[in-house]
C-alpha cells in the first residue's frame, strides 16, 4: 500500500538523477572539445611557431632545414657561434642562406671554396701535423692541407717527431676552426685536398705548429702569402732547438 506523499518525492528523485547525468555528458563534451582544440606536436623538421615551445637542433632532420628556421631570427639558440650559421652538427643537405646574407665570404655560389675565400667549420678528424678534415654547412666535408708547414710523417714509416706534430695538431684543432684559402697557392693539391690556413681564436694552427718547433715552413713553388711571421717562427725555433728540432734536426 502507497504511503501518502510517496508519488510526488519518486518524480523528485528521478528529476534529479536526469539533471545529474546531463550535467556529465555535457562536462565530458566539454572536455572532448578541448582536447580537439589541444595543439599536437609539430612533425621534426617543421619551422618553429613564433612564440612557440623551444626548439633546438635535434628537432631538425638536416642542416638546411634549421638554416631555414634561422632566417626569421633565432630566438631558439640554433646558432650557437654565432656565424650565422645553424646546426653544423646536423648532416647535409647543407645551406649557408642565412650567413652568405651578411658575413662577405667570397665563395661561390655553389658552395665550393674559391681562391682568397674563408668560412667557418667543424673539425671532423686530425690526419697528422698538417692534414685535418673538417665539416662546413653549405659545402660538406673537406679534407685540408695546411699551407707553410710540411710535418715528419705518421703512415707508411713513423718519421722522427712524426707522433709529435700529430698529436699537437690533434690538440690544437679542435670544434669550430676558421678555413682561409690563399690567392698566391693552388686551390687544390693532386690529391683534391684543400689547400688552406686554419684560424682558431686568432691563432694560425700552421704557424703554431711552426713556433714550437714541430713543423719546418714549407713553399711548394710559389711563397705564401704568410710566409714572413712562418719563417721568423721557424728562426727562434731552429735556434732555440726547440720541439723537434733537437731530436730530429729536420731541415738542416
Known amino acids: 500500500m502507497r504511503r501518502p506523499g510517496s508519488i510526488p518525492l519518486l518524480l523528485l528523485v528521478a528529476a534529479f538523477a536526469v539533471a545529474g547525468c546531463s550535467d556529465r555528458e555535457a562536462d565530458s563534451g566539454n572536455r572532448d572539445d578541448r582536447a580537439e582544440a589541444r595543439p599536437g606536436p609539430e612533425p621534426p623538421g617543421s619551422s618553429p611557431r613564433p612564440g612557440g615551445a623551444d626548439r633546438d637542433c635535434g628537432s631538425f632532420s638536416n642542416q638546411a632545414e634549421a638554416q631555414r628556421a634561422l632566417a626569421g631570427g633565432d630566438p631558439h639558440g640554433l646558432d650557437g657561434?654565432?656565424?650565422?650559421?645553424?646546426?653544423?652538427?646536423?648532416?647535409?643537405?647543407?645551406?649557408?642562406?642565412?650567413?652568405?646574407?651578411?658575413?662577405?665570404?667570397?665563395?661561390?655560389?655553389?658552395g665550393e671554396p674559391s681562391s682568397g675565400s674563408s668560412f667557418r667549420a667543424r673539425v671532423v678528424s686530425v690526419t697528422d701535423g698538417d692534414t685535418i678534415k673538417v665539416e662546413a654547412a653549405g659545402i660538406g666535408i673537406e679534407t685540408i692541407r695546411l699551407?707553410?708547414?710540411?710535418?715528419?710523417?705518421?703512415?707508411?714509416?713513423?718519421?722522427?717527431?712524426?707522433?709529435?706534430?700529430?698529436?699537437?695538431m690533434k690538440r690544437l684543432a679542435t670544434g669550430m676552426v676558421t678555413v682561409r684559402t690563399d690567392p698566391s697557392q693552388d686551390l687544390r693539391d693532386r690529391y683534391d685536398r684543400l689547400l688552406a690556413y686554419i684560424d682558431k681564436g686568432g691563432r694560425d694552427l700552421g704557424r703554431a705548429m711552426v713556433a714550437r718547433g714541430l713543423a719546418p715552413t714549407y713553399v711548394y713553388e710559389t711563397v705564401f702569402r704568410r710566409y714572413p711571421a712562418y719563417s721568423a717562427a721557424e728562426n727562434r725555433a731552429r735556434a732555440a732547438r726547440r720541439g723537434s728540432w733537437k731530436p730530429c734536426d729536420f731541415g738542416d
Do not use: F, M, Q, W
Request: charged share 30%; with cysteine; aromatic share 2%.
Open 81 to 110: 657561434d654565432g656565424d650565422g650559421i645553424a646546426c653544423t652538427s646536423l648532416p647535409c643537405p647543407c645551406s649557408k642562406a642565412a650567413a652568405e646574407e651578411g658575413n662577405g665570404d667570397p665563395e661561390r655560389a655553389d
Open 147 to 168: 699551407i707553410g708547414i710540411d710535418t715528419p710523417e705518421v703512415y707508411g714509416g713513423v718519421e722522427c717527431g712524426g707522433r709529435e706534430a700529430s698529436d699537437e
